[in-house]
């Protein structure tokens, strides 16, 4: 049975709206600022959000504060999207395999955040530490189950919890009349499939899960193992091993040395060195870093770029993930094209169907929980007519502008969606939009700062720092939000 729900008109009288400038950035092209006078009707919508990771519960928040009405889907059992740590791998080591038992999360054992607690948290829900007994970390750099409970705490706290399906996986989204969508969803426990409709669905699906993986001559006949990240959980596996690990990650950088503790030899391949490179790792007996990799041989042998050969046992890819919608039925209106997903404007909506389908979480190389709360309360105040959106002539151009600026700028598509230096400035500029402050001056700098250390110290970052003074300065700040330790949200 279908089920229709229709959205509701608040008020004709509609707040102002907020005209801000565009700030400037490389990555970022002018926008179009909306400058009608005509004023729509506030509304209320009723909106699917796909996903209960950090992205579905921050947009089910805000959406439900902006006086939407909310269903959460989530194909798993339990809020909390990739920090759901799960010893279970997937039953093909390099997920490309179209049958493949697949494992949303990939977290591994030892994995402690690379971002601080301070930095990494919501705005207005900082991510300090809880009182709780053994079960909570109280460390700087926490370990993934400290995130889970952080997220999970979150969810009861603003009664997300109540919004979210659990084991309810959404299957299709089609366009449906009106510019309405259908949401069919398939739940695990029996019962069946089903079709809706919505005003609005929020695509918070994650994309960490579907493995990227590099071409070179060689590899389909080389003999050798091969995993990809996401299905790396503890060193194990490579015990004794001469182990080829691809990338440059901040994964990458944690399991190489997690590896090297137990394995035989361990050979960086990195595409961001010069191709003559072939350095052995300060501290390391067993470890080098070389260029990319030229070619594989069927005798197990792996020849890298700068010229030097080694008869590797296996290739472990930490080479990053691809953006995947299968449940996606749009006409074309939104497509993955290496690896990016367009067109968006500023990352978050599809021009022909704004604001009704929007994205939350495509941008990365970006402190994400605090820039999903931005792009969620902009979905929000879209949605209710509160915030204006430029017309779709007029999104359309400004991202064939920003497409134009990559490409002059040599930037390859596949990077279309790294904000990296940009992400404070993208950040500021959903504020204006929103009408709410922007980023915090000491979360910008502590960025800076712990990127600096993480350069500096590789191995020690987590545990020794020197920007307590920026501590000092964010929980100053979090008073506002917090009393003795918990939050007054
Ligand atoms: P996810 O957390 O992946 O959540 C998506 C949810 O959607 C999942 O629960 C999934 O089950 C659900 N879903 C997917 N498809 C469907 C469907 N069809 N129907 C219903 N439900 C569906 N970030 C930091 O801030 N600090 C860190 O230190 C950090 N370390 C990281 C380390 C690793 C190894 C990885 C992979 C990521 C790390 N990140 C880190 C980034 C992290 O991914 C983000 O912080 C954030 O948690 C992503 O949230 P999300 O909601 O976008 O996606």
């Excluded at 939104?334 to 500023?346: E, F, H």
């Excluded at 350069?455 to 917090?482: I, N």
Aim: aromatic share 10%; charged share 25%; glycine share 8%.
């Amino acid at each position: 049975m279908m089920k229709i729900h229709n959205s509701i008109v608040l008020s004709q009288s509609a707040t102002t709206r907020p005209m801000f400038k565009t700030p400037r950035c490389r990555l970022l092209s002018d926008s179009v600022v909306h400058n009608s006078t005509m004023q729509p009707a506030l509304a209320s919508r009723h909106v699917a959000v796909i996903g209960a990771g950090a992205g579905g519960l921050v947009a089910a928040r805000e959406l439900w504060r902006e006086g939407h009405k909310v269903v959460v889907f989530e194909r798993e059992d339990q809020v909390g999207g990739t920090w759901v740590y799960t010893p279970k791998v997937e039953s093909d080591p390099i997920g490309i395999h179209p049958n493949r038992t697949t494992v949303h999360s990939s977290m591994y054992e030892s994995l402690r955040t690379n971002l601080p607690r301070e930095v990494m948290g919501f705005r207005d829900y900082p991510f300090v530490a809880r009182e709780g007994g053994e079960e909570r970390d109280p460390r700087r750099f926490p370990g993934h189950k400290e995130v889970l409970m952080y997220l999970k705490d979150f969810s009861r706290e603003f009664g997300v919890s109540e919004m979210v399906r659990l084991e309810t996986e959404v299957v299709v989204v089609d366009a449906a009349e009106g510019g309405r969508w259908k949401v069919k969803s398939r739940s695990k426990g029996g019962g069946g499939v089903e079709d809706e409709i919505y005003d609005a669905v929020v695509v918070c699906s994650g994309h960490f899960t579907e493995p990227r993986l590099p071409q070179f001559p060689g590899i389909n006949t080389w003999k050798g193992k091969q995993f990809h990240s996401h299905n790396y959980r503890n060193p194990e596996p490579f015990r004794d091993q001469v182990v080829i690990l691809i990338g440059s990650s901040a994964s990458a950088v944690d399991i190489s040395r997690e590896i090297a503790g137990v394995a035989k030899e361990v050979h960086i391949a990195s595409r961001s060195v010069a191709d003559e490179t072939l350095q052995k790792q300060p501290g390391y007996d067993n470890m080098w870093l070389h260029s990319m990799i030229e070619n594989a041989h069927d005798d197990g042998n792996v020849v890298f770029k700068d010229g030097s050969v080694v008869l590797a046992d296996t290739i472990l890819y930490c080479t990053g993930y691809k953006y995947h919608f299968p449940f996606l039925e749009t006409n074309g209106t939104v497509t993955v094209d290496d690896n990016r997903v367009g067109p968006l404007y500023k990352h978050v909506l599809p021009p022909a169907s704004a604001p009704s389908l929007s994205f939350v979480g495509i941008p990365w190389k970006v402190v994400p929980f605090p820039l999903f709360e931005f792009q969620s309360k902009w979905i929000a105040g879209l949605l209710s007519n509160r915030i204006a959106l430029p017309s779709k002539e007029e999104m359309m151009e400004d991202v064939k502008t920003f497409y134009s600026l990559l490409e002059a700028s040599g930037t390859p598509k596949r990077y279309t969606h790294n904000l990296g230096g940009c992400q404070f400035e993208y950040d500021d500029w959903i504020a204006a939009q929103c009408g709410c402050p922007v980023s915090e001056e000491w979360r910008k700098q502590m960025y800076s700062e712990v990127s600096k250390n993480k350069r500096a110290r590789p191995e020690t970052y987590r545990d020794e720092w020197e920007d307590d003074h920026l501590v000092l300065q964010a929980h100053e700040d979090f008073k506002k939000y917090t009393l003795n330790g918990v939050s007054n949200g």
